[in-house]
């Protein structure tokens, strides 16, 4: 804990880089150019981990030795159109979670341009009987001229149908930031608009606010109570380098949306480091230059409460007094309480 805060990071990925999981260098040029891009600031946001791949053992201790993270998600990026396995398969995030399963939750992944549609649904019911997966994560392009959309009825609509009857409470997608050559357009957020719509008792999570359809993202939210945000890689992982752009997305988010349905999410192991993104998050405020020009609302306690916890635990139906109790067995219950963001203990 941090401060008080009980901190459930949505995204964590155990990524696989090893020349035998990458079947040509598009991927690979691509995180190279990233690690030169933050790496070179120096910055203690931007220590970023080249390893090829983390092992289990490295990863939970950047979490849970090394940071004040409670919980954590790992997820699944199945872009095969670079990777064999996937960027973060989903056998190794599997295996963190096995590794350490009171702390960490798995996040599925499943496509169905490379696995079928038929075979995707079965793999989604696999993934949930046999390795305990309480999400699935999308990546809806994979080359120049292979995508989908998540609002074709015949090729993503079984997907969101087979989550629904598997429990599934929410579904995420990778938006915007293409790895190699997607085509941007593909991975617009716009396609969540009709599925939204089709399925409102599944939650649809937009990751990375779509960079660079921003605005779209925050207007999608905006009108559909079932689509959430994910404050991944777009938000504090890109503070020092452009603080003022981050304030403005995060005022943008707060000011339109709120903080209840906005997920924190640190991308590690990119940066294995977490600690100084949830440091930077507590002592967060909003300018008053910015409050003034735009409306934007003062990030309060409450909102950081939610957004660095409750939020994904509300998501997955997660006692978070229950929880504290285990891993934290000496708090007291008005901490416990302050923590929940119960009425009256703050």
């Known amino acids: 804990m941090k401060d008080g805060y009980f901190i459930f990071d949505n995204v964590v990925h155990m990524y696989d880089n090893r020349p035998a999981n990458i079947i040509n260098d598009i991927g690979k040029r691509n995180i190279?150019?990233?690690?030169?891009?933050?790496?070179?600031?120096?910055?203690?946001?931007?220590?970023?981990?080249?390893?090829?791949?983390?092992?289990?053992?490295?990863?939970?201790?950047?979490?849970?030795?090394?940071?004040?993270?409670d919980m954590a998600m790992a997820q699944t990026v199945p872009l095969f159109g670079l990777w064999e396995e996937g960027f973060a398969p989903a056998r190794q995030q599997w295996a963190l979670?096995?590794?350490?399963?009171?702390?960490?939750?798995?996040?599925g992944g499943v496509d169905p341009l490379f696995q079928g549609i038929r075979g995707a649904v079965r793999e989604m019911q696999r993934q949930v009987e046999e390795w305990g997966a309480v999400s699935f994560k999308f990546y809806k392009a994979h080359g120049p001229r292979l995508?989908?959309?998540?609002?074709?009825?015949d090729v993503a609509y079984p997907l969101w149908e087979k989550a629904v009857e598997l429990g599934i409470s929410h579904v995420q997608f990778h938006c915007g930031l293409p790895f190699g050559?997607?085509?941007?357009?593909?991975?617009?957020?716009?396609?969540?608009?009709?599925?939204?719509?089709?399925?409102?008792?599944?939650?649809?999570?937009?990751?990375?606010l779509g960079v660079p359809y921003v605005d779209e993202s925050i207007n999608i939210a905006s009108r559909f109570e079932n689509v959430w945000l994910s404050l991944s890689s777009t938000i504090f992982n890109t503070w020092a380098?452009?603080?003022?752009?981050?304030?403005?997305?995060l005022?943008?988010?707060?000011?339109?949306?709120?903080?209840?349905?906005?997920?924190?999410?640190?991308?590690?192991?990119?940066?294995?480091d977490v600690q100084p993104l949830i440091?930077?998050?507590?002592?967060?405020?909003?300018?008053?230059?910015?409050?003034?020009?735009?409306?934007?609302?003062?990030i309060s306690v409450e909102a950081k409460r939610n957004i660095f916890g409750l939020n994904q635990a509300r998501l997955l139906g997660l006692d978070v007094d229950r929880k504290l109790r285990e891993?934290?067995?000496?708090?007291?219950?008005?901490?416990r309480a302050r923590s929940c963001g119960i009425a009256g203990t703050v």
């Not at 005022?251 to 294995?272: C, D, M, N, T, Y």
Request: proline share 6%.
């Open 97 to 107: 979670k096995e590794a350490c399963p009171q702390r960490i939750v798995f996040c």
């Open 241 to 249: 380098v452009s603080p003022w752009e981050t304030y403005t997305r």
């Open 251 to 272: 005022g943008a988010v707060l000011r339109s949306i709120g903080h209840k349905r906005v997920l924190w999410g640190s991308e590690a192991f990119i940066w294995p």
């Open 181 to 208: 050559n997607e085509r941007v357009e593909a991975l617009r957020p716009n396609d969540i608009q009709a599925a939204a719509a089709d399925f409102p008792q599944l939650i649809f999570v937009i990751h990375h």
């Open 147 to 153: 995508a989908w959309a998540a609002d074709d009825r």
């Open 32 to 69: 190279e150019a990233f690690h030169r891009t933050f790496g070179a600031t120096g910055h203690s946001l931007y220590q970023v981990d080249e390893k090829l791949s983390l092992e289990t053992d490295e990863a939970l201790r950047y979490l849970f030795d090394h940071s004040d993270t």
């Open 327 to 335: 891993l934290h067995p000496t708090m007291t219950d008005q901490e």
């Open 279 to 298: 440091d930077l998050f507590v002592r967060m405020k909003m300018p008053e230059e910015l409050q003034d020009r735009y409306g934007y609302p003062e």
